[in-house]
């Protein structure tokens, strides 16, 4: 079973599309993160939810929407695509907003052409 | 604020001998952990071990040990008896429950072993 699941693997699209990449944790955590690795391999956070309920707003452009149906699942939304939008996006989970292991997905690989 | 550095963007270890990966940290927190995850090339990231600040002892998870030096604000990774397969990128985080506990990573080393 895997913990932290997330969909597509890799996404390929043009600018100015919008695409959305899915995460889901089968780990009954209540904080659920994503992350964005740049080319330099850099990882950075974008939003985190605890419970539903948006936490971390990382200074993101709006154009990029997190959505928490319930706590086991975050998506992210991402408007009118960008070159530099290519980046791979990780979605991680947590037990708590105590500081503890963070379980990552597998990460979607976005390339904007 | 919270930083995270890591000076050694490139390693190079034989099979089976030992590796220390550097990394220091700066937060004024006085509560804090501490996680080393390894990325292989296929890109998962893969968690390795976690430190609490408040941990007595070092954190040790098989051929994987933290070497925590509070006072100096550092938490190498160290890796005992090197595989082939420990080569990925490595990156050592930190997390404050000040900041939602989100992980703050640092640049990554590249760890290679060779045969």
């Known amino acids: 079973d895997t913990a932290v699941s997330q969909t597509p693997k890799y996404l390929v699209t043009q600018m100015g599309n919008d695409k959305s990449i899915k995460c889901e944790q089968n780990?009954?955590?209540?904080?659920m993160y994503w992350y964005k690795q740049d080319s330099k391999k850099f990882l950075k956070i974008m939003f985190s939810y605890n419970n539903k309920e948006l936490i971390i707003n990382e200074t993101v452009p709006n154009r990029f929407s997190p959505k928490s149906p319930d706590k086991a699942h975050l998506n992210l939304h991402i408007n009118s695509l960008e070159l530099g939008d290519s980046a791979v996006y990780f979605c991680?989970?947590?037990?708590?907003?105590?500081?503890?292991?963070?379980?990552f997905g597998q990460g979607t690989r976005l390339t904007v052409v | 604020a919270q930083k995270i550095t890591q000076t050694q963007p490139g390693m190079f270890v034989q099979e089976k001998e030992a590796v220390t990966l550097d990394c220091t940290y700066d937060t004024s927190d006085p509560s804090y952990g501490l996680f080393w995850y390894k990325q292989p090339s296929s890109g998962e990231m893969i968690f390795l071990i976690y430190?609490?600040?408040?941990?007595?002892q070092n954190a040790t998870e098989g051929r994987y040990s933290l070497n925590f030096q509070k006072a100096r604000k550092s938490a190498n990774l160290v890796i005992s008896a090197s595989q082939l397969g420990d080569s990925a990128m490595y990156f050592c985080?930190?997390?404050?429950?000040?900041?939602?506990?989100?992980?703050?990573f640092g640049e990554g080393t590249q760890l290679t072993v060779n045969p």
């Open positions: 991680a989970s947590s037990q708590d907003l105590t500081f503890g292991e963070a379980f």
């Open positions: 985080a930190m997390s404050l429950v000040a900041s939602g506990s989100r992980l703050t």
């Open positions: 780990l009954g955590h209540d904080t």
């Open positions: 430190q609490g600040s408040y941990d007595q």
